[in-house]
């Protein structure tokens, strides 16, 4: 989804996680990853022209189902619509090589609103514009296709990664529902140690992981602290 708001308003991100909230009684999430998309003065954007994908575990809908989970979501939205936006909605099982590409694209050049509704239109995917311009179906299609590619933007939400706080060892951190903690400058695989949970934990989406990546804090090399990955 991608909600685009206004400055004073909610981001995606917050929108997001509400939803995933709402659905995890009957779909639950494993996840809900932001993604950063081209940031050029020609984009209409608010602050950073992210978007974010939720991830359901959910086992194979007939399209009829689909179609009721996307009613439901754009409602969820709906209901939180922030004057001056333009949100989007994309509710798909498979991603296509077009897909992908677009979204690839979509994170270093100008894309169109007629490209993105052509390409789902293609996928048989849903994408839906829920008011003003509509070029929220942009971010919210490629949002999908990253998450589903697994290898770009970061959780906003995995696990109990938002109830993390103060001095945890790695196992703790673990057991939080995070996949692997890396060094970021040597990508070495990390067992042990303390980390400083206190600032939010961002873990990236990296091999269709959540995977957090922690550095020394400059003058300690006592504990890690969290890393956000774009």
Not at 113 to 136: K, S, V, Y
């Amino acid at each position: 989804m991608d909600d685009t708001d206004n400055l004073e308003s909610r981001g995606t991100g917050r929108l997001a996680r509400a939803v995933a909230k709402a659905l995890d009684s009957r779909f639950p999430v494993r996840g809900v990853s932001r993604h950063q998309l081209l940031v050029d003065p020609r984009v209409p954007y608010t602050s950073h022209n992210s978007s974010a994908a939720l991830h359901l575990d959910a086992p194979a809908l007939r399209d009829g189902d689909l179609i009721a989970l996307a009613d439901e979501v754009g409602a969820l939205m709906l209901a939180d619509f922030q004057a001056g936006s333009d949100p989007g909605l994309c509710v798909t099982q498979r991603v296509t090589p077009a897909m992908t590409e677009f979204a690839l694209r979509a994170k270093r050049d100008l894309v169109t609103q007629a490209e993105a509704r052509a390409i789902a239109a293609d996928a048989g995917c849903i994408l839906r514009g829920l008011g003003g311009t509509q070029d929220g179906v942009i971010g919210a299609l490629a949002a999908v296709a990253l998450a589903a590619g697994g290898e770009d933007g970061r959780f906003l939400l995995v696990g109990r990664s938002r109830e993390a706080a103060g001095l945890m060892d790695v196992p703790a951190i673990l057991a939080c529902g995070i996949a692997e903690v890396r060094r970021l400058d040597t990508g070495e695989r990390l067992e042990a140690g303390v980390i400083d949970a206190n600032a939010k934990l961002r873990p990236a989406l990296r091999g269709g992981r959540a995977v957090l990546y922690v550095a020394h804090p400059e003058g300690d090399e006592t504990r890690w602290v969290s890393v956000k990955l774009d």
